[in-house]
């Protein structure tokens, strides 16, 4: 290579090192009633069995942990998460079809499950779809085990699926 190429390379390698460090990520806030008709559009995408807009908007009038990952004032995804009396569930947790396996899923369930330590949950649970083996996989690795099935639990299609429920300890039994 020339020295002259040498050079152009380095700059092009230098730029992308400085665009990789000043790249914005995705904002985590809270939802506001506002972004219920984006969120929705990313939910009835996601999903087969979406939840309906008066869900979410249950979701915020009990004071749930509702939080979306916008950029550039787009909605990329987001979770819910109900704490109450020493446990915590995972309610939903969705990313847009154009933006998974990216690491948004890990980044929203990671914020849940430091929500849920900021209300003193002890332990945390969620359900999911055997069907699911992206989100059981996501959720695997971030520490979550097998603890039961709920028989019957999801529609699907002419019948019902069942629900895998996971489980993982937040704080050390001396807490
Ligand atoms: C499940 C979901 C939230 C994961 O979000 P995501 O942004 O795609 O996931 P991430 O990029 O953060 O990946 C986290 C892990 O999930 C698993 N995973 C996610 N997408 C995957 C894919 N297409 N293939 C295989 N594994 C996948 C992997 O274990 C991955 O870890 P890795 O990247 O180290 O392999 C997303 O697929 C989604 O919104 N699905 C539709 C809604 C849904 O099913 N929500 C869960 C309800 S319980």
């Known amino acids: 290579m020339q020295t002259r190429d040498l050079a152009a390379a380095a700059r092009a390698a230098q730029g992308r090192v400085v665009n990789a460090a000043v790249a914005p990520l995705p904002r985590l806030r809270a939802l ?38 916008e950029d550039g004032g787009q909605l990329l995804g987001y979770g819910v998460l109900s704490a109450a009396a020493g446990e915590a569930h995972i309610l939903n947790v969705c990313v847009a079809p154009a933006h998974q396996h990216c690491g948004l899923g890990r980044l929203l369930v990671r914020r849940l499950l430091d929500l849920a330590r900021w209300h003193r949950a002890a332990q945390v649970f969620l359900e999911v779809r055997p069907s ?26 002419g019948t019902r699926e069942d629900a895998i429920v996971m489980g993982m300890d937040l704080l050390p039994p001396s807490h």
């Open 32 to 69: 506001h009633a506002r972004d219920l008709p984006e969120l929705m559009t990313i939910e009835n995408a996601a999903y087969e069995f979406p939840w309906t807009q008066g869900i979410f908007s249950d979701c915020l009038a009990a004071g749930y942990e509702c939080w979306v990952l």
């Open 132 to 157: 699911n083996p992206n989100a059981i996989a996501l959720y695997h690795s971030e520490g979550f085990i097998q603890i039961g099935v709920r028989k019957g639990y999801y529609p699907a299609h």
